[in-house]
C-alpha cells in the first residue's frame, strides 16, 4: 500500500502546520511504530502508531479505503462460503470494521468504498442524493442511440419499476459492445437488469468511480489504498449538494 506522507499525517491532523511537520520530523521529535523517523517525505499508513515530543497524534473516528474489487470476492463483511471484501484488508484494517458502501455484484470487479463512516455510506447509497456511479460494461449484442435514449428516459426493471435517467456513452458497438453507464441508483443488479431490459446480457462489469472520485489506476484487483484528504472531501461535498 501507498501510505501518506509522514509531514502530511501530522498537518493532517490539525495539530501543526506542515512546516511545523517538517521541522518536528528533522529535529527527531516523531517516532512511527516505536522508530525514530527524521525524513518528512517517509511514507507510512495512516493507522500508523505515530507519536509527536510524546504524544500519540489524533485518533481517526471514520476510515475510507478505496479497494479495487477482484471478480470472486462478496462485496459484505462476512460469508461462510466466499472471500468477502473485507478479507483483502490488512489486519490493522479488519480490526477497524469497515463496510462496504453500496454493493457490487459478486462477479463485478472496480471501486468499493469501505468504511465505518455510517452518513457518508448512506449519503452515497441513497438515490435521493443523486449520487453518480460510473461503470464499465462489455455487453453482448449491438448499442446504438435508441438505448441512450432509453436510459435517459428510464427503462422498467423488476416488472413495474422504472430506472432514474441514467447516462449511457458506447464506446464500442458490434456483436460485443463497450460502454460506460452513469446511475444514481443502486438496485440490486440495477446495470445488468437495465441492459437486459434491452435485450443485451452484461459480460463484464466494472465500477470505475464514485461521486466523481475515480478508481486509482495504480490499484490492481485486489489492492486498496486510503482516500485522499481531497477525495474524501469531494464524496462528502457530493452527498451533501
Ligand atoms: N449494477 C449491477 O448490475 N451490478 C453491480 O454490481 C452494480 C451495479
Do not use: W
Request: contains cysteine; proline residues 2%.
Amino acid at each position: 500500500m501507498a501510505g501518506f506522507r509522514l509531514d502530511r499525517l501530522l498537518s493532517a491532523s490539525g495539530k501543526y502546520t506542515r512546516s511545523e511537520a517538517k521541522d518536528l520530523i528533522r529535529k527527531g521529535k516523531v517516532t512511527v511504530d516505536g522508530v525514530c523517523v527524521t525524513k518528512a517525505e517517509t511514507k507510512c499508513e495512516d493507522l500508523a502508531d505515530i507519536i509527536v515530543c510524546g504524544v500519540p497524534l489524533n485518533f481517526r473516528e471514520y476510515h475510507y479505503i478505496m479497494l479495487n474489487k477482484p471478480a470472486g470476492v462478496l462485496s459484505a463483511t462476512e460469508d461462510r462460503r466466499d472471500t468477502v471484501a473485507l478479507e483483502l484488508l490488512s489486519e490493522q484494517y479488519r480490526a477497524l470494521k469497515l463496510f462496504p458502501a453500496g454493493r457490487l455484484d459478486k462477479d463485478a470487479e472496480g471501486f468499493l468504498l469501505l468504511t465505518n463512516d455510517g452518513k457518508l455510506a448512506h449519503g452515497l447509497m441513497s438515490p435521493r442524493r443523486h449520487v453518480d456511479k460510473c461503470y464499465y460494461v462489455r455487453v453482448a449484442g449491438s448499442l446504438d442511440d435508441t438505448d441512450c435514449t432509453a436510459f435517459e428516459h428510464g427503462v422498467i426493471i423488476d416488472g413495474d419499476y422504472q430506472t432514474m435517467p441514467a447516462k449511457l456513452e458506447i464506446l464500442k458497438s458490434g456483436d460485443e459492445s463497450e460502454a460506460c453507464v452513469t446511475v444514481q441508483e443502486g438496485r440490486f443488479h440495477q446495470v445488468k437488469k437495465m441492459f437486459l431490459s434491452r435485450g443485451k446480457c452484461v459480460l463484464y462489469l466494472k465500477r470505475l468511480s464514485i461521486a466523481g472520485v475515480r478508481l486509482d489506476d495504480a490499484l490492481n484487483p485486489g489492492e486498496y489504498r486510503v482516500l485522499t484528504e481531497e477525495e474524501e472531501a469531494q464524496m462528502k461535498r457530493e452527498i451533501e449538494s
